[in-house]
Structure formats: structure tokens, C-alpha cells
């Protein structure tokens, strides 16, 4: 027919009108346009489709006709031009791809590996360590990173060799899990694990001034001696943290964490079970829950906070901060504060150490010479301390010393009585 301008804008929506020198083109009604469309037999599948051409009357009937012409051969060369538009509209509807940067690898490397396997406390320090420093290296692309890059990135952090130390491992471990997870070329070099082996390391705490190296602390019996005699000048939650380092030989983070629930008493006493997840093990598939006797002292402090905390359960060592107990921070913190170099809050009197320079771990790793001192197997020590034993014996050696950390930790409790009674150790 011929084309109607008057006919075209009476159309009611779902009306059309077919252009008779034009086969399949037509004018299509809606309620708010009207839309010039090639109807068409799919030269793929034989279905009928259609495609949109223009808008009238912003398209004549000429440009439409010229529309409808180009679309009629491109679908007599065999093309769906349906199928076309969809597949050109979903490519361009796609986000763009993201470019691969340092910072893009860092983030698949923190969501995929580090949120995955480590507890989100590690995760957190990781995330805030990449924030704070990964600028000078987070807009390039791996390629990009030269040994020259890497060493003079980490150059930079030397003056703080842990914190450098720290970044040269996970900037390492993220280019290992991008080239496992195929996202950099394999000929990609991981010059984090190269460049400046070795050359970072502490130089140990500040103290009154001064590097105090890295020296692991162990107290003597006779400081031990004045040292639980003074215990009693802390803080009860201090005091109650610090006994149980010394009787249970356990990490302060397994302390702080201790909840009612894992508490127990059982055929041949008292005991605290630590889960699994709440050790440092928890990343190792053969590691297994702490097996901690409570004697002594240990069992004074836990039985009195299980009082406290009553029916309710939850945290023996409860406090207002983010993972719902006391952080081993402010133990560290609180010891601190009684050195008698301390000079935090110098207006404050207060009773100082009688035995100084030392920290809460210092503790745990005096238990654990003692235990030698004593004469407790090697594999018992270890047992009690949690840690893992190493290779073939780890896989293959499954026993879980029960009876024998009771015995050496109950040794243990009457030497720590004996020696802060002055008797001689037995």
C-alpha cells in the first residue's frame, strides 16, 4: 500500500501497517511510538523474527525503506540479523574488562586464598598491610614488576624490615596463587621471592631507647621464685592470664579465647579442650584440638571464672572489644606498664617488677625449658606446648600424650609452688 502519514499516527497499539513494495517491512504501533520493523524467515532455524529499524517519523518511509533494503540482503547472505543484534547488544551491555593490575591480583589473591584460609584477624592485617602500602607498585601490571621494581619497592620499607619482610612473603604468595589460578602468563617472574633474601630482618624491640636484638627470655629459677610471689601485685585479669601461661605452657590467644563450654571434667581430672580453630595449628590438616590438663593453679583460675560467668557461659576472660574477650595487647600492655624502665604514665606510682625484661610469651617458653629441666621427653614437651610435630612423625605418630601431659604438667605445678615457697627444686 501506500504509505499514509494521517493512517499512520490513527494506529492504535498493537495495530501495524504492512508496506506492500516492501515485503516484511512495516510500521508497528505501542502505546508511545511507533517503530518501523523487518519481518523475516531466519535463514539459521526458518522461524519468523523481527528486527527494529527506526523510530517514525523521525525515520521517513524513504530512510526506512533504505533500512529495510541493507537488512534485506544482509538476511539473504544468510545472516539472523535478530540473533546478531542480541549478540551485539550482550557484548556491549558486559561490563569492561577489568585491567589486571598489582592491586586486582592482591584483591583475588586476599578473597580467594587469605579470607579462605586464614582466620579474619590474618586476613585483616593482610587486607590493612596492602592498603597502606601497596601504592608504588598497585597500578602496574604484574608483567611490569622488574627485579629493579620489587627491590627498590622493598628498599623502601627497609627501615621497617619486618613490615618489608612481611610484604616480600604475601606480595610472593599472591604472584604464586595468580600464576596457579592461570591469571598471569606462566613466564611472568615472581621476583618477590628473589630480591633481598635474607636482607630483611628485625632489629629486635626498642627499649629505653635502644635495640634490644631479638634474644629469646628465659627466666631462671630464682627469678621465677619472686616472680609468682609477686604475681599477686597484677590486676586479677592480668594475674589470672599470666598464672595460667605459666601452668598450662598455652599461647596467650588460646588463654584470652577460653570459653566455659570447653571445660570438662573427666576420669582423671579436670580439662580444657581448645578447638582446633581457635589454635595456631588450625591451617594444618592433621592438627587437632589442645589437650590442656588443668592443675593447680590453673584449675584455681579457671574454676573461679566459671563461677563468675555462671549458666550463661561464654568467655572466661569476657571484655568489651571486637572478638569478645580480653586481646593478649593489653596483657602485653599491662606487664609492660610495671618494668621498671617503663616510662608510660610517669606520674602514675605504682609497684614495679622485681624481674625485668621479659614478656608474657617469655613465660611459655620458660615452662618449656623447665619441662626439659625436669627431664619431660621431648615429644611430651612439644605436646603440651601444641606444637606439630615435624614430617614423616607427624603424619604417622597420632598419639595424644593425654596421660602424659598430666603427669609432666602436674611435675610442673609443684616445682612452680616449690620454687615461689623457697624450697630447693625437688
Avoid at 629459677?221 to 605452657?249: H, I, K, M, P, Q
Avoid at 588460646?254 to 570447653?262: D, K, N, R, S
Avoid at 584449675?299 to 572489644?321: K, N
Wanted: some cysteine.
Amino acid at each position: 500500500m501506500h504509505f499514509d502519514a494521517r493512517a499512520a499516527k490513527l494506529l492504535k497499539p498493537g495495530d501495524h501497517i504492512i508496506v506492500d513494495d516492501s515485503p516484511g517491512l512495516r510500521l508497528v504501533a505501542s502505546a508511545t511510538r511507533r517503530t518501523w520493523t523487518y519481518r523475516y524467515k531466519s535463514p539459521v532455524d526458518g522461524r519468523m523474527r523481527q528486527v527494529a529499524l527506526g523510530q517514525w517519523p523521525a525515520m521517513s518511509i524513504a530512510a526506512a525503506t533504505v533500512a529495510w533494503d541493507a537488512a534485506r540482503q544482509r538476511r539473504d547472505a544468510g545472516e539472523d540479523l535478530a540473533s546478531a543484534k542480541r549478540a551485539a547488544r550482550k557484548v556491549r551491555d558486559q561490563p569492561a574488562a577489568r585491567e589486571y593490575t598489582v592491586r586486582a591480583l592482591c584483591d583475588d589473591y586476599l578473597a580467594g586464598h587469605v579470607k579462605v584460609h586464614r582466620k579474619s584477624k590474618g586476613y585483616a592485617e593482610v587486607k590493612r598491610l596492602f592498603d597502606r602500602l601497596l601504592g608504588p607498585v598497585e597500578n602496574l601490571a604484574p608483567a611490569a614488576v622488574t627485579r629493579g621494581v620489587a627491590f627498590d619497592f622493598l628498599e623502601g620499607l627497609a627501615s621497617t624490615p619486618v613490615t618489608a619482610a612481611n610484604m616480600r612473603a604475601e606480595l610472593g604468595a599472591a604472584w604464586e596463587y595468580a600464576l596457579d589460578a592461570a591469571r598471569l602468563d606462566e613466564n611472568v617472574p615472581n621476583w618477590w621471592r628473589q630480591v633481598m633474601r635474607g636482607r630483611l630482618r628485625s632489629k629486635g624491640k626498642v627499649r629505653e631507647g635502644k635495640h634490644v636484638g631479638t634474644a629469646r627470655r628465659v627466666l631462671t629459677e630464682a627469678e621465677l621464685a619472686r616472680l609468682v610471689s609477686w604475681l599477686g601485685n597484677f590486676s586479677e585479669l592480668v594475674r589470672d592470664v599470666l598464672t595460667l601461661y605459666l601452668w598450662t605452657c598455652a599461647r596467650g590467644a588460646e588463654i584470652l579465647a577460653m570459653e566455659a563450654g570447653e571445660i570438662s571434667d573427666e576420669a582423671d581430672g579436670w580439662w580444657w579442650t581448645c578447638p582446633k580453630r581457635k589454635t595456631k595449628n588450625a591451617r594444618h590438616a592433621n592438627a587437632t584440638d589442645l589437650r590442656v590438663p588443668l592443675v593447680g593453679r590453673a584449675l584455681e583460675v579457671v574454676s573461679r571464672r566459671m563461677h563468675q560467668v555462671g549458666e550463661a557461659g561464654g568467655y572466661l576472660f569476657a571484655a568489651d572489644s571486637v572478638t569478645g574477650h580480653s586481646l593478649q595487647n593489653g596483657i602485653q600492655s599491662a606487664v609492660h606498664w610495671r618494668q621498671p624502665y617503663s616510662k608510660t604514665q610517669p606520674h602514675i606510682e605504682r609497684e614495679r617488677l622485681p624481674v625485668s625484661h621479659w614478656s608474657p610469651h617469655d613465660l611459655r617458653r620458660t615452662g618449656r625449658t623447665q619441662l626439659s629441666v625436669m627431664g619431660c621427653p621431648d615429644e611430651v614437651a612439644e605436646a603440651i606446648l601444641g606444637h606439630m610435630a615435624p614430617g614423616v612423625k607427624g603424619i604417622y605418630n597420632l598419639h595424644k600424650y593425654d596421660a602424659e601431659r598430666r603427669t609432666w604438667l602436674t611435675r610442673w605445678a609443684q616445682r612452680l609452688e616449690a620454687l615461689a615457697s623457697g624450697q630447693p627444686p625437688g
